[in-house]
Each structure stands twice: as structure tokens, then as C-alpha cells.
């Protein structure tokens, strides 16, 4: 059983900044890739941020204020989060793609955090 646990949300004035972290714990030989998604209420879930072992890729909206990066615990995945915007406010999960277990490779998400940014 894969599990994806996220922390770091909150309520933050616009300018500020927040670091969200995910860990995913289970039986994992492999992950393809680590991500954050947003979704916003009314809209579609949309990727903000992605990286692999080699690369990592931004939506145009958070280039150059937010940054995703590998901790150095196994399988966890942070995204700081700078200059926040009103517009950013949205719940914030974690993906972790094609997770390769014994039995399957799939992607898992995260239950998702808040995150709200004040004007």
C-alpha cells in the first residue's frame, strides 16, 4: 500500500511564502516522477510543477517564484513557494507517478492542502 502525505499549507498574504512537503511511504522499487497539482474551486486540476532524476518542468504561472526539489529522505518531494499570488490560492496535491511496486506501476496522489494566499 502506497501512501502520499502532505504538509505545509496555510493562509498567507500575498508576497509570502510557503514550503510544501509530501513523503510517499510503502514498498516503492521505483517512482517516474514526483509532482504538484493545484486545483482551484469551480476549475480542472492542473499541474504546477514536476521533476524526474533528470529534469523538472514549472506551468508558466509559477515560473520564477516556485521551485520543486528531492529531499533527501527516499521519495519525497518539497515546492516552495515564493511571491504568492491571490491566484494561487487552491488545494494543493502531491502526485507520485508510475510507482512501480510488486504487483502494479500507477500513479498516487495525496489527500491535497490547503493553500490560500490573502490580497
Known amino acids: 500500500q502506497v501512501q502520499l502525505v502532505e504538509s505545509g499549507g496555510g493562509l498567507v498574504q500575498a508576497g509570502g511564502s510557503l514550503r510544501l512537503s509530501c513523503a510517499a511511504s510503502?514498498?516503492?522499487?521505483?517512482?517516474?516522477?514526483m509532482g504538484w497539482y493545484r486545483q482551484a474551486p469551480g476549475k480542472q486540476r492542473d499541474l504546477v510543477a514536476r521533476i524526474t532524476s533528470g529534469s523538472t518542468n514549472y506551468a508558466d504561472s509559477v515560473k520564477g517564484r516556485f521551485t520543486i526539489s528531492r529531499g533527501n529522505a527516499k521519495n519525497t518531494v518539497y515546492l516552495q513557494m515564493n511571491s504568492l499570488k491571490a491566484e494561487d490560492t487552491a488545494v494543493y496535491y502531491c502526485a507520485a507517478l508510475g510507482v512501480l511496486t510488486l504487483h502494479t506501476r500507477q500513479d498516487y496522489w495525496g489527500q491535497g492542502t490547503q493553500v490560500t494566499v490573502s490580497s
Open positions: 510503502g514498498t516503492i522499487y521505483s517512482i517516474n516522477a
